[in-house]
């Protein structure tokens, strides 16, 4: 699919991440992804604080995740995220995270939905980030 | 699909695990998903630890949740544990998160391998574990 | 120094809460002393969840711990709880941490202060905790 | 104490580390620590992954912390560490953390040992952290 927008955010893997095997713990994937999508938001012009302290939330609705080849301590990550759609409520964030090497590690994809912080319902993707989106 | 084996586990949510949404970090599920299968493998008279300390890692291959409502802190939540597929190298596991009203939060999947700690190559499911869940 | 109120808790060590040294990892203890605490309040016949929604927030003003042996993963845990001063605004925790063998793997203590949600100010501790601490 | 070494590190905080509070969950100060102080050690020449990897492992014996202001979702935190000793089997860091506003956040101190992964007992101070030490 193409993409709306890509953008790459490098992540050092740190000890508290690792787990017995030696590996990321799978579960660490969902913080990187966050930490990924927040930079491509910035690099729109955007702030996703400012959006929350705005009154609009944006909860995770679906998250998928393939894992080809494990990460480990001090591995030096490079996520490249692409967004594939956004429109009406939704917006979905599709992530590769590869290693030094350049070899692809995993393969995921988000989707989030627009909420009104005051009545907790799904609202429309806000007009500031379709325009930040329609002059890339 | 029908399952192999059904398990229940409950989960108190801790306040490490929200967010400033106040909801459950989308992160940690997975963190719960790993509690709710080592216990169900436990309930077949197994011990995942037991099974590493023999030299068998089972990292995750997939991943996938949907989230339908958010979890609070302090909620007991319950998970519904299914293994629906146990064979080659792979065992599947699908999980149903509900809080104490009975409303179903989310629903998720994951795909484990067995591995050879010794050569990291995939390796048959292990006899004890196809004996226990035949006895089922 | 004598306790106030004394209650004991118990944690099986998550996966995810392993590094790879095959330790939990020292953040995560944190983890567990909220979770002790709060356990210790419920006994108390009080909910830190009401507490928070009635207004008061309980940060953590200071945290300090010595490590005497690891813990590793799928320990059962016990935590033993003692809340040894609370006037003015604090509320002071100390915590033991023991193995299934009943050796002490570390110790540690919190000091949290009671504040106002709305004015972000230091309050008394609330009356209905003094007097369930009184009455046990 | 005048300080061995010091070293400043950047630490962009994630969605994941706050809690319903709003505030960086005290937990997870930790994990910047430990971040910090792989930092101070790579800016030494030195990298903490080799240094397992060749058998030496560091785990922490004693970790204390005070807090004075809370940090909040995607605050640039400054973290300034020092090494205040490095002698026998033990390394003392202490840190520093400030926002972008130059407050200051909390005041931290590790203790940590070296240990032989071997034998699981305690080793002196690596030579060549020694002499990297005395060449600063």
Redesign the interface.
């Known amino acids: 699919m193409e993409a709306l927008f890509e953008s790459t955010t490098e992540i050092?893997v740190?000890?508290?991440e690792?787990?017995?095997?030696?590996?990321v713990?799978?579960?660490?994937?969902?913080?990187y992804f966050?930490?990924a999508r927040?930079e491509a938001i910035k690099k729109l012009g955007l702030?996703?604080?400012a959006l929350?302290d705005s009154g609009i939330?944006l909860?995770?609705?679906?998250?998928?995740?393939?894992?080809y080849k494990?990460a480990f301590?001090?591995d030096l990550l490079k996520i490249n995220t692409r967004i594939t759609l956004c429109k009406g409520t939704r917006i979905v964030f599709d992530y590769t995270v590869l290693n030094e090497d350049g070899q692809v590690l995993s393969q995921a994809d988000t989707t989030l939905v627009f909420i009104s912080a005051a009545t907790k319902k799904p609202i429309a993707v806000p007009e500031i980030l379709l325009s930040a989106l329609s002059n890339v």
């Open positions: 050092r740190r000890y508290a690792t787990d017995r095997m030696g590996y713990y799978y579960g660490n994937y969902a913080t966050e930490v927040v702030s996703y604080r929350e939330m909860p995770v609705l679906q998250y998928s995740i393939k894992f494990p301590y001090d």
